[in-house]
């Protein structure tokens, strides 16, 4: 079966830095492209970051761009998330998604998620 | 503001039919995959269709799909109660290079 557990999340100032990492299991994780999702509190899902199987093509969402990179390590099975500058915004629920194709394009299995919550 | 409109909420009585509509524009819907997802409260999101019209195993086929231009549709049969939840579409948008949902649609089972 498909697992992807995230892990990082937490409590943390604006402006500091957090980072979010996933291990993933019972599939070839260098065939895959990888997302990160997050709900904010009330709110929708939104896309915010992601990776082809070999980190040629990275993509960011414009509240994300700049502060926010996306990497992955395909000899560890982990996906990573560096967030820095963070805002109260950035508060949210983040999933770790994968695809269903090396491209991205379907995100298709979720994580159950790491908290993230900005505040002084 | 989501690029893709969805209609905030539906209703429908058990055994009922519902559909639940995706607008987008020609950079996302038009010339991508377009996909639907269920979040049950409390639960990670389950992916129902992909390609817009294409069910992953495991999916009942009380759930379909349809695409047409730059708009998608998610049709439920012979709707339950268990299948309140909310549901979002979604696309890569190639003029913006980025993954987008839309605003998400909650369905009420009368």
């Known amino acids: 079966d498909v697992q992807l557990v995230e892990s990082g999340g937490g409590f943390v100032q604006p402006g500091r830095s957090l980072r979010l990492s996933c291990a993933v299991s019972?599939?070839?994780?260098?065939?895959?492209?990888m997302h990160w999702v997050r709900q904010a509190p009330g709110k929708g899902l939104e896309w915010i970051s992601g990776?082809?199987?070999?980190?040629?093509?990275?993509g960011y969402a414009d509240s994300v761009k700049g502060r926010f990179t996306i990497s992955r390590d395909n000899t560890k099975n982990s996906l990573f998330l560096q967030m820095n500058s963070l805002r109260p915004e950035d508060t949210a629920l983040y999933y770790c998604?994968?695809?269903?194709?090396?491209?991205?394009?379907?995100?298709?299995?979720w994580g159950q998620g790491t908290l993230v919550t900005v505040s002084s | 503001q989501s690029v893709l409109t969805q209609p905030p909420s539906v209703s429908a009585a058990p055994g009922q039919k519902v559909t639940i509509s995706c607008s987008g524009s020609?950079?996302?819907?038009?010339?991508?995959?377009v996909s639907w997802y269920q979040h049950l409260p409390g639960t990670a999101p389950t992916l129902l269709i992909y390609?817009?019209?294409r069910r992953p195993s495991g999916i009942p086929d009380r759930f379909s799909g349809s695409k047409s231009g730059t708009s998608a549709t998610l049709h439920i049969t012979g709707v339950q109660t268990g299948d309140e939840a909310d549901y979002y579409c979604?696309?890569?948008?190639?003029?913006?290079?980025?993954?987008?949902f839309g605003g998400g649609t909650k369905l009420t089972v009368l």
């Open positions: 979604g696309t890569w948008d190639a003029n913006l290079n980025v993954g987008v």
């Open positions: 998604v994968k695809d269903r194709y090396q491209i991205l394009a379907v995100p298709e299995d």
């Open positions: 020609g950079s996302n819907i038009g010339n991508n995959y």
């Open positions: 019972g599939f070839t994780f260098d065939d895959y492209a």
């Open positions: 390609d817009a019209n």
């Open positions: 990776i082809t199987w070999k980190s040629r093509t990275l």
